[in-house]
């Protein structure tokens, strides 16, 4: 009997509530064939076993293991407990040793990435988990391949395993559930980063071994979508929340798609009110948290926007914007005529203009070396009327993406468009006091350095660095890690990856022009300038020491850099001051200017 209890054990922890249940009923046979007749006791067994076969649909592991049973209790045979055992074991021979079990993107209070995870569960005994790994398919991209490796360590058959990017942000959240995993690990390297929309690959040995979804599919609409939610696997099939069912929550508990795996305590407080907008239908005692429904626009680029509202209305989002479809600059995202369509583009000022792209390998790494240089042409009132898109990997126009801000600057303004101002300014070092402007961009400006960069003016494209149905790799206009400025009206490289090395740009293979200082770098020449930090061959005339003054005993006609070495013999006539032979008003005058002087 202690093998069978061992093994049970292990089959409740791994398969489900239906082996438990197969497992109580052969330990009542246990029972009940030491004291009644075979026939009765394995009677009581079939019909058990037929009630739980009537829950089961496709798990091909306890449907076998119940057809055996039942033909050994038809049978009025004795039950071998070894058979059993050996039933069992062999059924999960077939399993990998490492499952995926739950997909994971809770709405968590902390927010940023910290609901995310992934679930798995031991089906065997693992020395070394190091071996097995996950990679996130984002949005339908395909394999990114193996992203996060486990870290090497040992587990035991039936551990719960989770993976997270915040330890306290899933402990908070999970609540008393949180002691269900015997392992927590922590991602360091943000690779955990599912959407709710993306596939999950396991691997073993660099090979894939379980994937949950599409990998070649974004999962918004689809029916594996689990975005703000979760997907949990239940006798070998996935379930899913309802998307978003865990905004607004605290805990698992007060969501309105508890986690499968937490079992509900006895009392949970929450909004016990169906017609407030944080209802939870788990809640047994109200804690005054309710809520109202505030109906309104939730889209925050709207000219409507709501900040209030919990609820988004249906089609109430007023974007303004040009709807005219024969002007220059319609908006095919507009829904609300403002007023500003033009169909002539004459009536532009064209007042700004593209003159650096920025794709700098800065030591922050990161997106923080890309920006955008602009100049102004002459005083602009108004910059937001300006914008600025980055069609990636020639994949067409995506439009304006980044609206520069409501300022004004004046003509020959130096205007910096930047990821990271702080990076910028340590890469540029004394050149980034040449930009009046630094401004702060969003994550468009995205460009890899085989993107082309559209200017914008009231909708309208005014300018175009490269070309925007073509990726630059391998063009002449390419700039991976490197940039491209526009001088005398042509565009100028600095060569690709030309920024791989060096802290700033002054260390890098490739100065930005901006920064360069041209004239005589060398000191031995006359024409030497100290703020000049690239030689623009004006060095011609080679420094000569000596003495300069005519009058001097050792006066060098040669020498164009007086060395203070001239010596001047004291004339014989008192008071002649300049040695002309004449004691005269000059003389006078020299004296009066020395008068006074302290001699040391």
């Known amino acids: 009997m202690l093998g069978i209890e061992v093994l049970f054990k292990l089959l409740v922890k791994q398969k489900s509530h239906h082996f438990k249940q197969i497992s109580n009923e052969v330990e009542r046979y246990d029972l009940h064939k030491s004291h009644l007749p075979p026939m009765i006791a394995n009677g009581s067994l079939m019909s058990k076993l037929q ?80 071996t097995f790994g996950i990679g996130v398919a984002n949005n339908g991209g395909g394999t990114d391949g193996q992203e996060y490796t486990f870290p ?97 929550s605290n805990t698992t508990f007060d969501s309105n798609c508890p986690y499968p795996l937490c079992e509900l305590p006895d009392e949970i407080p929450g909004c016990t009110d169906e017609t407030a907008f944080n209802f939870n239908p788990n809640a047994t005692e109200d804690d005054g948290s309710c809520v109202e429904i505030a109906v309104g626009c939730m889209i925050a680029s709207a000219d409507n926007y709501n900040e209030v509202a919990n609820t988004a209305c249906e089609d109430c989002c007023l974007f303004g914007g040009c709807t005219d479809a024969d002007a220059l600059n319609f908006d095919d995202a507009a829904n609300t005529d403002d007023g500003s369509c033009i169909y002539d583009s004459g009536n532009l000022t064209n007042a700004l203009m593209l003159k650096g792209i920025i794709d700098f390998t800065v030591p922050s ?30 994949g067409g126009t995506d439009g304006e993406e980044f609206t520069l801000p409501t300022m004004s600057v004046s003509a020959g303004d130096d205007i910096l468009v930047a990821r990271t101002p702080a990076a910028m300014e340590a890469y540029f070092e004394g050149c980034y006091e040449g930009f009046e402007h630094v401004l702060e961009s969003n994550s468009s400006i995205s460009q890899n350095g085989d993107d082309a960069i559209e200017l914008f003016e009231s909708g309208i494209v005014i300018e175009v660095f490269g070309d925007v149905d073509t990726s630059g790799s391998g063009q002449d206009w390419e700039y991976l890690d490197s940039w491209a400025f526009k001088m005398n009206g042509a565009w ?79 004339s014989s006539c008192t008071g002649d001051l300049d040695n002309d032979g004449l004691v005269a008003t000059p003389d006078l005058l020299a004296f009066l200017s020395l008068f006074g002087t302290e001699c040391e």
């Open 152 to 248: 090497a360590t040992s587990v035991s058959s039936g551990d719960d395993i989770l993976v997270v990017r915040s330890v306290s942000a899933m402990e908070a959240y999970f609540s008393t559930c949180f002691e269900e995993f015997e392992h927590v690990l922590l991602d360091e390297g943000s690779s955990i980063s599912q959407n709710g929309d993306d596939a999950i690959e396991l691997f073993s040995d660099g090979d894939v071994l379980e994937v949950f979804g599409d990998i070649d599919v974004d999962g918004t609409g689809e029916a594996w979508e689990y975005l703000d939610s979760w997907a949990f696997k239940v006798e070998g099939d996935w379930t899913f929340g309802e998307v978003n069912c865990t905004d607004g």
């Open 492 to 570: 100028t490289y600095g060569g690709v990856n030309c920024t791989d090395e060096g802290a700033t740009t002054f260390e890098s293979a490739c100065v930005y022009p901006m920064c360069i200082a041209l004239g005589c770098t060398d000191p031995f020449y006359v024409e030497f300038d100290p703020y000049a930090n690239a030689d623009d061959e004006s060095c011609l005339t080679m420094k000569v020491w000596g003495c300069l003054y005519e009058e001097a005993t050792n006066y060098d006609a040669s020498a164009n850099v007086d060395d203070g070495s001239c010596i001047v013999e004291a």
């Open 51 to 130: 009630a739980i076969e009537l829950e089961i649909e496709k798990d091909f592991t306890i449907l076998t293991t119940i057809i055996v049973l039942k033909t050994i209790a038809m049978s009025n045979s004795s039950i071998s407990f070894l058979l059993v055992c050996v039933l069992f074991s062999s059924a999960l021979l077939g399993q990998n040793d490492l499952a995926l079990q739950g997909i994971i993107d809770f709405t968590v209070p902390s927010g940023a990435s910290n609901g995310k995870a992934i679930h798995l569960v031991a089906n065997n005994d693992i020395s070394d988990l190091s």
């Open 365 to 394: 790494g990161s997106s923080n070396g890309k920006a955008v240089h602009l100049v102004a042409l002459e005083d602009i009132a108004d910059l937001s009327i300006f914008g600025l898109g980055v069609a990636n990997n020639g």
